[in-house]
């Protein structure tokens, strides 16, 4: 389990660990990385000018060698110079199954919330008003929800970097008590020359840093936002939409591998996640152009999908739910024989 959380001290200052353990058991420490970023590591406007806000110190502990679904307890912690403690509350969570397990496990995923005011105050950009819907019904819920996936468009923090601030307290009842997996969205990763896939300006010159250091992912790079997790009996692919994914490129490989080492006897539930849709939409966008999803996705992906059996492949991007049925190729084909992928849009989070 990783547990991430941000302060204002910097590594000269005080050393930051999580104190941790199995519920009346003797707790051990886990000392935690320290990483922050610059106005000059951020690609361009607003983020490096009126949008810019010192992201303060961001921390990292990994609390390693745990037993499947046993409940754990944990607390931040700062050691200063002179020796004393500043501690957070204590939080606790419920370690995750181990690959393979064959137990109750409850997957809660979506794309596109963002944050809102709760007292109700207009804000600069201010379209997420029913993200409040999303995250108040996901924190009453918490105890029948085992992990979370917010797959893409995350803070809508635009390159007003205080936003991102604001986005990771209203969640922070979630992200403190279960796994909260994210992907790599327009709003978070786009903006022109600066390597993204496309060439928008919607990440406001954030072009991913302030993501990519705030939420930890099992990525080879951290701007390479891809990656693969187990669960239980769930594969996860993870793909980064705002990186080139068509054939011949590093994450066309990496979506292969991943999709091709699962063993299907003990994981038999594959999923695919990206953040726009590569598979199949109704969204308006798509439809101006007479098409159905990104360019190209189908065109490269599909067939990976069909050789490796995809069960479920779900988007954001497009704020609303869709379901298809197994498709291939544009057509429905029989259940339950692995010859096509439900695709499922669930950008409805609250943007
Ligand atoms: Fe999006």
New binding site residues.
């Given amino acids: 389990m990783t547990v991430t959380w941000t302060s204002g001290y910097g590594i000269s200052e005080a050393h930051p660990f999580v104190e941790w353990g199995m519920k009346g058991s003797h707790p051990v420490h886990a000392p935690a990385d320290t990483v922050t970023f610059g106005r000059e590591s951020l690609c361009g406007e607003p983020a490096r000018s009126v949008g810019w806000r010192d992201p303060g110190f961001i921390h990292t502990a990994f609390l390693k060698n745990l037993s499947p679904e046993k409940e754990y307890y944990y607390k931040i912690g700062h050691t200063l110079h002179d020796g004393k403690v500043v501690w957070g509350k204590p939080k606790s969570f419920r370690a995750p199954p181990y690959p393979g397990q064959k137990s109750l496990q409850r997957v809660v995923i979506f794309?596109?919330m963002g944050k809102d005011e709760r007292d109700g105050s207009n804000e600069y950009q201010n379209y997420q008003p029913a993200s409040l819907n999303t995250t108040d019904a996901l924190i009453r819920d918490l105890d029948n929800t085992d992990i979370v996936f917010h797959i893409?468009?995350i803070s809508y923090a635009n390159g007003y970097l205080s936003q991102w601030d604001q986005f990771t307290q209203q969640v922070e009842p979630i992200t403190s008590r279960v796994p909260y997996m994210i992907a790599s969205?327009?709003?978070e990763r786009d903006f022109p020359n600066s390597g993204s896939l496309y060439n928008g300006t919607?990440s406001g010159g954030e072009c991913g840093v302030p993501a990519e250091t705030m939420y930890y992912a099992p990525t080879e790079k951290r701007d390479n936002f891809w990656y693969s997790m187990d669960y239980g009996m769930f594969r996860f692919c993870v793909a980064d939409s705002e990186h080139d994914w068509r054939e011949g490129t590093e994450q066309y490989r990496f979506l292969d591998r991943c999709l091709g080492t699962v063993d299907r006897a003990k994981q038999p539930w594959l999923v695919f996640i990206a953040?726009?849709v590569l598979g199949y939409s109704s969204g308006f966008f798509y439809g101006f152009d007479g098409a159905f999803a990104e360019p190209m996705a189908r065109q490269s992906l599909e067939g990976l999908w069909r050789r490796h059996r995809v069960d479920v492949a779900f988007y954001?991007?497009v704020h609303q739910y869709e379901r298809t049925c197994p498709v291939y190729e544009e057509r429905c084909v029989p259940d339950g024989h692995g010859q096509g992928t439900v695709h499922v849009v669930v950008?409805g989070g609250g943007s």
Avoid: I, Y
């Fill in positions: 794309g596109d893409g468009d969205g327009n709003h919607d953040h726009r954001g991007h950008g």
